[in-house]
Antibody, heavy 122, light 110 residues
Framework: EVQLVESGGGLVQPGGSLRLSCAASGFTLSNDWMHWVRQAPGKGLVWVSR????????SYADSVKGRFTISRDNAKNTVYLQMNSLRGEDTAVYYCARADPRVVAINSPDYWGQGTLVTVSS | QSALTQPASVSGSPGQSITISCTGTSSDVGGYNYVSWYQQHPGKAPKLMIYNVSKRPSGVSNRFSGSKSGNTASLTISGLQAEDEADYYC??????????FGGGTKLTVL
């Protein structure tokens, strides 16, 4: 069964850091473009970041550029999101999602994890 | 990276058809055939329904269809069913190499 499992969420104070992990099982993500998408409580989906299959290309939303870093370890079948200088407005469920360019468009992830909640509060 | 514009809500009766619009600019929706649509039920992860404007992933009902004209993309759901009641989001690739979602549309099946 294809699964993406996020971990690393939790409560952090403003200005703090967290590293989210997204582990894949049932498939290898080495061919996939990986995305992080967040959703604040009761709000809509917001794209955060993406990384290409070999990690050579990354992109970020303006709201997180310079604070968040996406990376991947294909040997560990895992993608990461390092989040620094966290703010209250970063509070959200963070989803990782994959887009296999052999199947769908690179902006169209077709498998999503269940999300991990990040709460930024003092 | 302004969010794409979607109506906040739409509604329809079972068996009817509805259309949800997604308006962007020539730098996103209008510039690429990389518009996708997602369905999200409460407490669940999003599900891909349409990609590349009009393609359906395997397993998605053919009651769901997508199209685009200029800077506006549309998702049409025909033969509305109770289980179609959900939030729907469009997204598009942007010329900067990033991705943007729409604000979301709540579909109510009356």
């Amino acid at each position: 069964e294809v699964q993406l499992v996020e971990s690393g969420g939790g409560l952090v104070q403003p200005g703090g850091s967290l590293r989210l992990s997204c582990a894949a099982s049932g498939f290898t993500l080495s061919n996939d473009w990986m995305h992080w998408v967040r959703q604040a409580p009761g709000k809509g989906l917001v794209w955060v970041s993406r990384i290409n299959s070999d990690g050579s290309s990354t992109s970020y939303a303006d709201s997180v550029k310079g604070r968040f870093t996406i990376s991947r370890d294909n040997a560990k079948n895992t993608v990461y999101l390092q989040m620094n200088s966290l703010r209250g407005e970063d509070t959200a469920v963070y989803y990782c999602a994959r887009a296999d360019p052999r199947v769908v468009a690179i902006n169209s992830p077709d498998y999503w994890g269940q999300g991990t909640l990040v709460t930024v509060s003092s | 990276q302004s969010a794409l514009t979607q109506p906040a809500s739409v509604s329809g009766s079972p068996g009817q058809s509805i259309t949800i619009s997604c308006t962007g600019t020539s730098s996103d929706v209008g510039g690429y055939n990389y518009v996708s649509w997602y369905q999200q039920h409460p407490g669940k992860a999003p599900k891909l329904m349409i990609y590349n404007v009009s393609k359906r992933p395997s397993g998605v009902s053919n009651r769901f269809s997508g199209s685009k004209s200029g800077n506006t993309a549309s998702l049409t759901i025909s033969g509305l069913q109770a289980e179609d009641e959900a939030d729907y989001y469009c997204n598009s690739y942007i010329s900067t190499g990033t991705v943007v979602f729409g604000g979301g549309t709540k579909l109510t099946v009356l």
